[in-house]
């Protein structure tokens, strides 16, 4: 009965945990795919500001100096759209070990569509007596508790005097060249 409730309680943790992990997932997913959209934008931005700052050059207005700073900041941000690309793939991929299918397209989140509900009850003392109440490792360590507790009672009765008692019985039969028919009941 103990260890059954044990186990319950732990199942009910590594569940709470398995939504947390999957959550943490996704939303990292979302994450990285918004990073990539802003990367692209940066991307095309700093092309466009190169593009200008070479034309300016071209022109006379601009220097040499400018023209290498536009590329460099082109050239960052090309490669950390090669690392955000990695990052989503990373996401991906760890949101697939999780729920064992690979995502290939995420649901985004709409904040106008999220209906937030008060929470009942509405104190914060409520809800802290009831996670110190329902929290599923407390009962768990507490059931691994009263399993120590009846184990000490048991090693106690260690120290009493301790009692046997042993009985047998024994029938044998003898037919041998001085007994002949001898029968013994101990």
């Not at 103990?2 to 997932?25: H, W």
């Not at 006379?60 to 941000?77: L, N």
């Not at 995420?106 to 008060?118: D, H, N, S, T």
């Not at 109440?133 to 691994?144: F, I, K, L, P, Y």
Request: overall charge negative; charged content about 25%.
């Amino acid at each position: 009965m103990c260890k059954k409730s044990i186990f319950r309680g732990a199942l009910k943790n590594e569940e709470a945990n398995l939504i947390v992990r999957i959550t943490e997932a996704y939303c990292n997913a979302l994450y990285s795919e918004d990073n990539l959209e802003f990367s692209q934008s940066h991307i095309k931005a700093s092309l466009e500001q190169l593009q200008q700052t070479k034309r300016r050059f071209e022109k006379g207005f601009g220097t040499i100096t400018e023209v290498s700073e536009a590329q460099a900041a082109y050239d960052m941000a090309l490669a950390e759209g090669v690392e955000i690309v990695n990052n989503l793939e990373y996401s991906r991929r760890e949101l697939e070990r999780i729920a064992g299918v690979y995502p290939d397209e995420l649901c985004k989140l709409v904040p106008e569509r999220i209906v937030l509900a008060r929470p009942n009850p509405d104190s914060v003392e409520s809800w802290i007596a009831l996670a110190r109440s329902d929290n599923h490792q407390v009962a768990a360590v507490r059931q691994e508790v009263e399993i120590a507790r009846r184990e000490l009672q048991k090693q106690g009765g260690a120290r009493y005097p301790l009692i046997s008692l042993v009985g047998s019985r024994n029938y044998s039969e003898s037919d041998n060249n001085y007994t002949i028919g001898s029968t013994y009941d101990t």
